[in-house]
């Protein structure tokens, strides 16, 4: 029972994992296939430091069209993956349309005192416009994400790392061939997910409240259904707790995203 009860809720959770794209890494989303490994791997490590220190947290997504619009995609990528801390709200998601060259950044509420959306668009204007005309995406995701943590890391008083730097022209990147122009769907949003667990929930209820209320029967001619209800009781409260510990962290590769939320703030170009 607790190996299907944890299938189950692996299920559910998987709804809201990053990994059904194609990419292994929790901060970058890449199903054109324009970042190169040593790209994800550096914004990776970067970010991973970063959200330990502050909750803050960076997420980049290279997708080969947005629809409806890129505006809308990218605010509910963001509460869909979760970025940056649930309370604090100090995600930024940097997202490219490969196909149609839009960009936006994105941020959560929490960091708008320091990217505000005039910041947003100098940043894209200074370090993203001009290499995705070039289709130079790692150039331009780099530079990017070099800018937004030397303002995230301003903003709680923090010395940037030394590993941050801002790239030069040479930066390699994917090979044409390799990439991918076909759209891709949203991932579910977090909402199906406590949806799903509030529907365990009341189905617990009402099968419990059959089980000790509607199944009066002294002669217990109806034992078997009360067992029967009752060894599906226990399942599906055993589903709803696996769902609760391992669902709504978004993973579980040791470091998840934190369930923040935007509102729309940040550009667009």
Same mark, same amino acid.
């Given at each position: 029972?607790?190996?299907?009860?944890?299938?189950?809720?692996?299920? @559910?959770?998987?709804?809201?994992?990053?990994?059904?794209?194609?990419?292994?890494?929790?901060?970058?989303?890449?199903?054109?296939?324009? @970042?190169?490994?040593?790209?994800?791997?550096?914004?990776?490590?970067?970010?991973?430091?970063?959200?330990?220190?502050?909750?803050?947290?960076?997420?980049?997504?290279?997708?080969?069209?947005?629809? #409806?619009?890129?505006?809308?995609?990218?605010?509910?990528?963001?509460?869909?993956?979760?970025?940056?801390?649930?309370?604090?709200?100090?995600?930024?998601?940097?997202?490219?349309?490969?196909?149609?060259?839009?960009?936006?950044?994105?941020?959560?509420?929490?960091?708008?005192?320091?990217?505000?959306?005039?910041?947003?668009?100098?940043?894209?204007?200074?370090?993203?416009?001009?290499?995705?005309?070039?289709?130079?995406?790692?150039?331009?995701?780099?530079?990017?994400?070099?800018?937004?943590?030397?303002?995230?890391?301003?903003?709680?008083?923090?010395?940037?790392?030394?590993?941050?730097?801002?790239?030069?022209?040479?930066?390699?990147?994917? #090979?044409?061939?390799?990439? @991918?122009?076909? #759209?891709?769907?949203?991932?579910?949003?977090?909402?199906?997910?406590?949806?799903?667990?509030?529907?365990?929930?009341?189905?617990? @209820?009402?099968?419990?409240?059959?089980?000790?209320?509607?199944?009066?029967?002294?002669? +217990?001619?109806?034992?078997?259904?009360?067992?029967?209800?009752?060894?599906?009781?226990?399942?599906?409260?055993?589903?709803?707790?696996?769902?609760?510990?391992?669902?709504?962290?978004?993973?579980?590769?040791?470091?998840?995203?934190?369930?923040?939320?935007?509102?729309? +703030?940040?550009?667009?170009?």
């Amino acid at each position: 029972m607790s190996w299907f009860a944890a299938e189950f809720a692996r299920a @559910i959770a998987d709804g809201m994992d990053t990994r059904l794209y194609d990419t292994p890494y929790l901060a970058v989303m890449d199903p054109g296939r324009v @970042i190169t490994l040593e790209t994800a791997a550096y914004i990776e490590q970067e970010t991973g430091i970063l959200q330990y220190k502050t909750g803050a947290e960076f997420y980049l997504a290279a997708v080969p069209g947005c629809l #409806p619009d890129c505006d809308s995609y990218a605010t509910e990528l963001f509460n869909a993956v979760g970025v940056g801390d649930r309370e604090k709200n100090n995600g930024v998601l940097f997202l490219m349309d490969t196909r149609d060259h839009h960009l936006v950044l994105r941020t959560g509420s929490g960091v708008e005192d320091v990217i505000t959306d005039g910041k947003a668009g100098r940043i894209l204007d200074d370090y993203a416009v001009a290499p995705a005309k070039e289709n130079k995406w790692n150039l331009a995701a780099r530079n990017t994400f070099a800018a937004v943590m030397t303002e995230l890391y301003g903003k709680y008083q923090m010395p940037l790392p030394a590993g941050i730097t801002f790239a030069k022209e040479d930066v390699p990147e994917m #090979p044409q061939e390799q990439q @991918i122009t076909e #759209p891709v769907p949203l991932p579910p949003p977090p909402e199906n997910f406590w949806i799903g667990i509030g529907s365990g929930v009341l189905c617990f @209820i009402f099968l419990l409240w059959r089980i000790t209320v509607y199944y009066r029967d002294p002669r +217990g001619e109806c034992s078997r259904w009360k067992t029967g209800l009752g060894v599906i009781a226990l399942f599906l409260l055993e589903c709803i707790f696996h769902c609760g510990s391992e669902g709504a962290g978004g993973g579980s590769s040791g470091r998840s995203h934190g369930g923040g939320g935007s509102r729309g +703030g940040g550009a667009s170009r």
